[in-house]
T-cell receptor
Framework: GAGVSQSPRYKVAKRGQDVALRCDPISGHVSLFWYQQALGQGPEFLTYFQNEAQLDKSGLPSDRFFAERPEGSVSTLKIQRTQQEDSAVYLC??????????????FGAGTRLSVL | QKEVEQDPGPLSVPEGAIVSLNCTYSNSAFQYFMWYRQYSRKGPELLMYTYSSGNKEDGRFTAQVDKSSKYISLFIRDSQPSDSATYLCAMTSTDKLIFGTGTRLQVFP
């Protein structure tokens, strides 16, 4: 079946604009993760869902960042009033297991956000 | 200091060479260790997965974990130009993965 799908692949926003990034996980996967990858860096954890429940949002950098997964499938990461430091690749990953520890996460290709 | 340290490279080797990639970490609670490969403008792809200490081999790839030294390695034998990518180590004890910065590897013909 299809892997993790993210859209759009590229997004250019003017500073102050709101953006919404979409993630379609692998069908049937109950766990969904968002990571932020700055240029030349490894991905950094933002938030984690198990079905529709957001179990960990400790990595969200500010209250301008908001994520949801209302029906336990597709997820949206929203960034309000974008700033230049928000420019990065936003990666989504999904995992099939309910047990959180050691789960294998499968990544999408990411959305590259550029804030001008 | 970051929880996971990884030399960013770049590392340039000739085709056929043995490549050694390494990460050190500070959190002794980490139990699960992974290596991901990331091609330019692509998402990370899982290469190797290891639980606790020990070695694991898969084709040309060998992963080693030494928990006593908080040190993990990935060896690539008979490296190919198609192995040119960024290699990310990752580890966890809970839900979220903690990544190294990634090592850029270039294998030239």
């Amino acid at each position: 079946g299809a892997g993790v799908s993210q859209s759009p692949r590229y997004k250019v926003a003017k500073r102050g604009q709101d953006v919404a990034l979409r993630c379609d996980p692998i069908s049937g996967h109950v766990s969904l993760f968002w990571y932020q990858q700055a240029l030349g860096q490894g991905p950094e954890f933002l938030t984690y869902f198990q079905n529709e429940a957001q179990l960990d949002k400790s990595g969200l950098p500010s209250d301008r960042f908001f994520a949801e997964r209302p029906e336990g499938s597709v997820s949206t990461l929203k960034i309000q009033r974008t700033q230049q430091e928000d420019s990065a690749v936003y990666l989504c990953a999904s995992s099939s297991t309910l047990a959180a520890a050691g789960n294998i996460q499968y990544f999408g290709a990411g959305t590259r956000l550029s804030v001008l | 200091q970051k929880e996971v340290e990884q030399d960013p490279g770049p590392l340039s080797v000739p085709e056929g060479a043995i490549v050694s990639l390494n990460c050190t970490y500070s959190n002794s609670a980490f139990q699960y260790f992974m290596w991901y490969r990331q091609y330019s403008r692509k998402g990370p792809e899982l290469l190797m997965y290891t639980y606790s200490s020990g070695n694991k081999e898969d084709g040309r790839f060998t992963a080693q974990v030494d928990k006593s030294s908080k040190y993990i390695s990935l060896f690539i034998r008979d490296s190919q130009p198609s192995d040119s990518a960024t290699y990310l180590c990752a580890m966890t004890s809970t839900d979220k993965l903690i990544f190294g910065t990634g090592t850029r590897l270039q294998v030239f013909p």
